[in-house]
């Protein structure tokens, strides 16, 4: 999604993350996967409106950097911030530019980040970039489209979102039209995207220097399960559209 479309969106955003995919399924997986982050520092590329920026800082860690390429988003992260300060900070940037930071992170996180780089070079630029920004052994986790999505399965419109193929095909993958079915009075909110190839990511994520990088699935958590029954969850466990991964630097 462009500059401009995230700058439309603004803190409409933060609707995202009440939408049942993400809200039972989304965030508590990423939350677990990225675990205890108590005396450790975290950068936040891609932080958008800052939920995760926000929620790392009140699980404990020490420093919290969100970065994000749309003034916008770091604007009504940062009227967040002044209504409940936490001591989060955000700053306007371009994780395929970045500058330096003045500093190494114990963590770095990018939620629907590397699956916004124009060409492989430009994702290979952004892991390069999240690299130089860790200390040695530092963990850096992921959260994109699934690689292999049935785009041919159920419609995902009951988890409140629609992902479905443009017909375009860019260098790192197929592009890939999502609407978040958010509710009135904000509606209907669509973006493109790409899907790029599960070996992308790993070739990009190697040539920075980045080591163990496994893929984790996403659960659904025991609260999604108690408030719509299992059945509800069975096309989403079949062909989740979402994925994780991690690795080291």
């Known amino acids: 999604m462009s500059r401009q479309k995230y700058d439309e969106i603004g803190g409409a955003f933060e609707g995202f993350k009440a939408l049942p995919l993400a809200h039972y399924a989304e965030v508590p997986s990423f939350l677990a996967m990225v675990g205890d982050v108590r005396g450790k520092s975290v950068l936040d590329l891609a932080s958008g409106t800052g939920f995760y920026s926000r929620e790392f800082r009140r699980r404990g860690a020490t420093e919290v950097l969100g970065v994000d390429i749309s003034g916008e988003m770091v604007a009504a992260a940062e009227e967040l911030e002044e209504r409940d ?24 996180l990018a939620v629907q980040l590397l699956n916004y780089a124009q060409d492989v070079a430009a994702m290979e630029r952004m892991c390069r970039n999240v690299s130089r920004s860790l200390a040695p052994g530092a963990e850096f986790f992921v959260l994109a489209q699934t690689p292999d999505y049935r785009f041919d399965g159920p419609s995902l419109g009951k988890y409140g979102f629609l992902s479905e193929l443009t017909g375009e095909e860019a260098e790192t993958g197929p592009r890939v039209r999502i609407t978040a079915l958010l509710d009135q009075p904000v509606g209907p909110i669509e973006f493109v995207t790409t899907c790029p190839r599960r070996e992308v990511y790993e070739k990009c994520l190697r040539a920075a220097g980045f080591r163990d990088v496994a893929w984790v699935p996403l659960t659904v958590s025991d609260d999604g399960i108690r408030k719509f029954g299992a059945d509800f969850w069975a096309d989403f466990l079949a062909n989740p559209p979402l994925q994780m991964l991690r690795c080291r630097a």
């Open 85 to 108: 300060p936490l001591g989060v900070r955000y700053e306007v940037g371009d994780a395929s530019e970045l500058k330096p930071l003045g500093r190494r992170f114990d963590i770095a």
